[in-house]
């Protein structure tokens, strides 16, 4: 999967899941407050990104993610 290819996954699942607009997911657009994400819903962002990608995001990494493009870069290069 090439990176484009990733992103637009990306946002479709997220857009579909959290029954957004995808022209609102951006690169410099933050995460949570694009989604509009509680603590919660953080929760369920993170397990939906992890069982889509196989990949696993610890607690202490989801910090450094706070926009969409962070997480386009994370799951590259664990993808």
Do not use: C, H
């Amino acid at each position: 999967m090439d990176k484009q290819e990733l992103i637009s996954k990306v946002n479709s699942v997220l857009a579909e899941e959290f029954e957004v607009e995808e022209s609102v997911i951006t690169p410099e657009a933050n995460i949570k407050q694009t989604l509009e994400l509680d603590s919660l819903s953080l929760v369920d962002m993170v397990a939906l990104i992890e069982n889509e990608f196989g990949v696993k995001i610890a607690s202490n990494e989801l910090v450094k993610i706070p926009t969409f493009q962070s997480l386009y870069d994370y799951l590259a290069e664990r993808v």
